[in-house]
């Protein structure tokens, strides 16, 4: 069986100091680092047939709500099954932060998912992919409020 590639992002390459969860409430948000950083990779992951991992070690902290922003949007774009199965997140630091990801974030987004309630865009962001019956598209999904 052929190895699965694996690509790699820190989340100390975006920030050591994350922030909020929305953009208009500070800066290094969970809103601008999934649309800036995790959208992008994980498309790439899909398209590659890649593993993504995500080290959130060696910052300052997280907000839960800067986590549960970045990768629920992540579970809204691209459904709880695909984030499952390319996703690994990792952290020596805080492995809670790990299973409150895996285990709460993505169930509940998954819900949010399937009810159709879209993520909150608080700027305009670029276009940004999803996962559209088996396809990848990028396209601006939802314009901001």
């Known amino acids: 069986m052929e190895e699965s590639k694996i690509i790699t992002i820190e989340v100390k390459d975006f920030d050591e100091y994350t922030g909020p969860r929305y953009v208009t409430q500070g800066d290094s948000s969970g809103e601008e ?44 774009d691209f459904g709880a099954e695909e984030v499952r199965k390319r ?22 987004w998954e819900k949010r998912r399937k009810s159709c309630t879209q993520p909150t865009i608080t700027v305009e962001h670029d276009a940004w992919f999803r996962l559209k019956k088996g396809k990848i598209i990028k396209h601006k999904w939802i314009e901001h409020i």
């Open 33 to 76: 680092f999934y649309h800036r950083v995790l959208n992008e990779n994980f498309a790439e992951a899909f398209k590659t047939d890649s593993i993504l991992i995500v080290d959130l070690d060696n910052t300052a902290g997280f907000l839960s709500s800067f986590l549960d922003e970045a990768f629920g949007s992540l579970v809204y």
């Open 87 to 108: 996703l690994k997140i990792v952290s020596q630091e805080e492995p809670d932060w790990v299973e409150m990801i895996m285990n709460d974030v993505v169930v509940d």
